[in-house]
């Protein structure tokens, strides 16, 4: 006689709620709860057969190895305690089998995990956080000592990875961007944290380096980035940022071989501010179509010159944006065009800043700088885990280091020309 799976089990328990919804005192509670535990039994089970390449109770004609029951498991998330049972497969560890949603010591979620860091950061106790824990949940959910373990285990990973070697990483994207905060309630004007996010070559979204700083302040940017190359990061492909000053100052120090991408969204921005809103919906129009359908860079910089052409004598203030930054708008049109829409703008720097934003607004206080950084970068390092990267191919690939090549040939030659330049004076 089959046996009915958890997950079937569970998918019953969900049905009747449902059924008699009208009789919780709070259903989107419960049946919140109950989904989630479904989705992550089912996730579990799923996981499993994938490894064994059959379903429950399917023959095949070669088999991996076989389903040994289930062991219960309880995971501690921020709905309260949540009671899976975790499917066993026969031999798991010499067939290297683990799983990778509740992975070998995996009792809480990071969930759980990031707002016992938040409460942390916010100036509370670990015993405070412990009874508040136990208050909104109405049972205990995590002891001083686990959030001990957690807040020390957070710090320490923070310092670690602000000491850790880049020089493993192929860079060919880096995106930069400040983010303003209010760490204290007070703080006029608000304090600016630099962000360094990169694209490698395998196509993986890494964070590079956080600080304290402005963005208007080249000094900031300058020491930033030389942190980071002291610690291996190798010069990128192309840079991506808005259009402080302080940024492109610093990058070209840094990084000369690095071509400069502009940000399109930034640049649109202070464009259509300088305009009457009447001309905004044809001029954003013609903005992105001008990326959109260009091939080149060549193509994109005269449709741009078509638009100055049109609005520079009513609006040359605005149009002055565009004629500045030309070069700089068009730079992506000289990569893959897989990629041209993803680096184009600092979108996804400023995705991560949201649930920056959000949590430190909640907690209002910082104990301190060390405390604000610190849960930055736990907020970015747990909302950044399950992003796709960027698509990288043999074509994409072969493109890219083409275009290497000739950065360091452009510049290699440059070089030459300077010297003889200098020798002949």
Same mark, same amino acid.
């Given at each position: 006689m089959e046996k009915v799976a958890p997950s079937e089990r569970f998918r019953r328990e969900l049905d009747e709620v449902l059924a008699g919804v009208g009789e919780e005192h709070d259903p989107v509670e419960v049946v919140g709860r109950l989904g989630a535990r &479904? =989705? &992550?039994?089912q996730a579990l089970e799923d996981e499993v057969t994938e490894f064994l390449g059959r379903r429950r109770y399917e023959r095949t004609a070669e088999t991996v190895s076989y389903r040994n029951g289930h062991e219960p498991k309880t995971v501690k998330t921020t709905s309260g305690r949540m009671d899976l049972e975790r499917p066993r497969v026969r031999d798991a560890g010499k067939l290297g089998f683990e799983s990778r949603v509740l992975g070998k010591g995996v009792v809480r979620t990071h969930a759980l995990e990031s707002l016992v860091i938040s409460s942390f950061l916010r100036g509370l106790s670990t015993r405070d956080v412990e009874a508040a824990l136990e208050e909104v949940f109405e049972e205990p959910i995590a002891s001083r000592s686990t959030v001990s373990r957690i807040c020390e285990d957070t710090r320490e990973r923070y310092r670690q990875w602000c000491r850790r070697s880049l020089s493993e990483h192929d860079i060919v994207y880096c995106f930069l961007d400040a983010i303003y905060l209010k760490l204290r309630p007070e703080d006029q004007p608000a304090e600016g944290v630099l962000v360094c996010w990169g +694209?490698? &070559?395998e196509g993986r979204k890494v964070l590079l380096g956080l600080a304290l700083g402005s963005r208007e302040s080249y000094d900031s940017w300058l020491a930033f980035g030389r942190d980071m190359t002291a610690r291996g990061l190798r *010069?990128? *492909? &192309? +840079? =991506? @940022?808005?259009?402080a000053p302080g940024i492109w100052k610093a990058t070209k120090e840094l990084w000369p071989d690095a071509l400069e991408q502009r940000c399109t969204v930034h640049a649109l921005r202070n464009v259509t501010s300088k305009l009457p809103e009447r001309h905004h919906q044809e001029v954003k129009a013609r903005w992105w179509k001008a990326f959109d359908q260009a091939r080149s860079p060549g193509e994109a910089s005269r449709e741009l010159q078509g638009i100055i052409a049109d609005y520079k004598t009513a609006y040359p203030s605005a149009m002055a944006v565009i004629e500045t930054d030309l070069p700089a708008l068009v730079t992506h049109l000289r990569f893959p065009s897989e990629h041209r829409k993803r680096i184009r703008t600092t979108n996804l720097l400023e995705r991560t800043f949201v649930e920056v934003r959000r949590r430190t607004k909640v907690i209002g206080r910082f104990p301190g700088e060390t405390s604000a950084l610190s849960l930055i970068w736990a907020v970015l390092e747990l909302s950044s885990r399950g992003w796709r990267g960027v698509k990288m191919n043999p074509k994409t690939v072969a493109e890219i280091e083409r275009l290497r090549r000739q950065l360091r040939d452009?510049? @290699? *030659?440059q070089a030459t020309t300077n010297t003889e330049e200098v020798i002949a004076a």
């Open positions: &479904l =989705i &992550l039994q +694209v490698t &070559l *010069a990128p *492909a &192309l +840079v =991506i @940022a808005d259009g452009s510049h @290699a *030659a």
